[in-house]
């Protein structure tokens, strides 16, 4: 993954010819330092300030309010937001409704066109929206910078792909007939994105939905709301009508269910936990009184993701890349190694070498780009903790395993590594979601395969290995949605590495790949006789 300059290209470069994935800014040239110091001295005079629920276009004041705060500073304020619940989904329903007998009729240009505005218009304000990141999620300078490129590769990926959809054609022509193929929107939808990638996952199932000609009732992470608000922002200043995305954060419980639940809901587009995406599953499987359609699930829901390690692989590559997958965002991505799977013959010089490079990791404030920042709040924190407890029970703590409190205020947890940990025990089968890692030692590569594959995830992994049998086997038999050799598995880039997983972690959804906007369509078939 390649760290240039952002260079700000011509509206014919981006919106013609083949896609290109936006560049990250290298912020070891001062100048792109200084001017992100200086969005977040900007965003740092905007915090705490007070967001409203947008339904229809209007602004909603509620009783009940979510205080979003900085894991970093968790006395600090990001944003104070209005709290939806049971009695805001009729009317956010009806909105959405009503956008769509318009929005749906609007044509696919159109759609695209305004999708295209808003990666330009976040393109331009590109470390402003990375800063606001910084304070609310606890991203350093390059994981916030990585959240924003997306979301912009998402805005010029689906509008492309959007184009190219409307001009499918079937293929075959019957003799005396005009026959076509058209993928049509499906309805409302209901997005409910995480707060780990609070601009990029939550920015990519809205803008799948809204490109397709759906309508969406957005009810962002209680833990990342103001990012999606300044979306939203975003959103309408580059002229979304009104009712086509309505701004709903609200509990999960409560808000959320009853909109899984509500007849009209034509699908979910969910990201998160493997317990509520289960959940959601199963309400969505319940037809409602006047419900007419098979509910659509699109689900990502986590892994327990594995690196093996082989004898014969570049350790030093290795080293390096577990480091990154491991402690990058500390570990609270649902790519994140959680396991690395070590060829005994390289066990102990993998683990000193890791040992040392982990203990590099510095834990800080992101704002002053730390390699780590807090975990995303005091609830996380506690459950992280106890698993490093198990853990150094399981196995042998290598490094870590307890709160930094020499960080600051926040929830620091030092990045944490334990050895010896042993197949089918609780740190090695699930999700952990921060900064620990499980070493595991295998006998060989078929070892290596069979743990790897021994638990209920199937959502990233990678080999390091030189062996080109080696290779092919686990093409073959290492079964997760998104496979990588000899790099780390996480940084899956829009095009080029289309991102969903197997098993428990969700429905194989694929986001950013040439088949994501199947989910928000239904294909109708026209054959017309001719004279």
């Known amino acids: 993954m390649a760290t240039v300059e952002a260079p700000v290209r011509p509206r014919t470069a981006l919106h013609q010819g083949p896609f290109v994935n936006e560049p990250f800014f ?3 040239k001062e100048e792109n330092a200084r001017k992100m110091r200086a969005a977040l001295t900007k965003v740092r005079s905007q915090l705490g300030r007070e967001y409203d629920l947008i339904i229809g276009g209007k602004r909603v004041k509620t009783t009940d309010k979510i205080k979003s705060l900085n894991p970093a500073r968790p006395s600090e304020i990001v944003g104070l937001h209005q709290k939806a619940n049971k009695e805001h989904v009729k009317p956010a329903m009806q909105a959405a409704l009503a956008a769509f ?55 010029e990926f689906y509008a492309r792909e959007a184009l190219r959809f409307a001009k499918v054609e079937t293929p075959v022509q019957m003799p005396g007939e005009r026959d076509s193929l058209m993928y049509i929107p499906l309805g409302v939808g209901a997005v409910i994105p995480p707060w780990n990638f609070p601009c990029a996952i939550m920015a990519g199932m809205t803008l799948a939905s809204i490109v397709s000609g759906n309508t969406v009732i957005l009810k962002p992470s209680s833990d990342s709301p103001t990012i999606a608000a300044k979306f939203i922002e975003l959103l309408e200043e580059v002229g979304l009508p009104e009712g086509v995305v309505n701004f709903c954060p609200g509990a999960g419980a409560s808000f959320g269910d009853a909109v899984v639940a509500h007849p009209k809901t ?31 699930t699109i ?44 060829d005994e013959r390289v066990y102990d010089k993998f683990l000193e070498q890791l040992k040392a490079r982990v203990e590099q990791i510095t834990v800080g404030d992101p704002a002053e780009n730390s390699n780590m920042g807090a975990v995303i709040n005091e609830g996380s924190m506690k459950t992280i903790l106890a698993y490093i407890e198990q853990g150094k029970k399981d196995g042998r703590l290598i490094t870590g395993g307890e709160r930094a409190t020499e960080a600051g205020e926040g929830y620091f947890i030092k990045p944490t590594v334990i050895a010896d940990i042993p197949p089918k ?69 829009v095009g080029a590495h289309p991102f969903g997983g197997f098993n428990m972690s969700g429905t194989d959804s694929k986001s950013g790949g040439p088949d994501y906007l199947y989910l928000f369509t239904q294909a109708k078939a026209v054959g017309e006789k001719i004279s």
């Open 425 to 493: 025990s609780k740190l090695e089968q699930e999700e952990i979601f921060g900064p620990v890692l499980a070493v595991i030692k295998a006998r060989g590569f078929d070892h290596a395969l069979e743990i790897a594959n021994d638990t209920e995830f199937g959502l990233t992994g990678a080999v390091y290995t030189k062996s080109h049998d080696k290779i092919e086997r686990a093409i073959r038999e290492f079964h997760v949605g998104n496979l990588y050799i000899n790099r780390k598995c996480t940084g899956a880039m």
């Open 26 to 28: 290298d912020f070891r």
């Open 101 to 155: 007998a318009s929005w749906s009729r609007t044509s696919v240009e159109e759609r695209a066109s305004l999708l295209f505005r808003a990666g330009d218009l976040l393109r331009q304000r590109k470390m402003e929206y990375m800063a606001w990141l910084v304070f609310e999620v606890s991203k350093n300078w390059a994981e916030a910078d990585a959240d924003i490129s997306e979301t912009i590769d998402f805005c």
């Open 266 to 296: 034509r699908y979910i587009a969910f990201t998160g936990s493997r317990e509520v995406g289960l959940h959601i599953n199963q309400v969505a499987a319940t037809q409602a009184p006047g419900q007419l359609w098979i509910k659509r």
């Open 299 to 342: 689900l990502e829901m986590g892994g327990k993701d594995a690196m093996i390690v082989d004898a014969d692989g570049d350790i030093d590559a290795a080293v390096e890349g577990t480091a990154q997958a491991a402690f990058g965002f500390q570990g609270q991505k649902c790519s994140a190694c959680s396991r690395v799977i070590v």
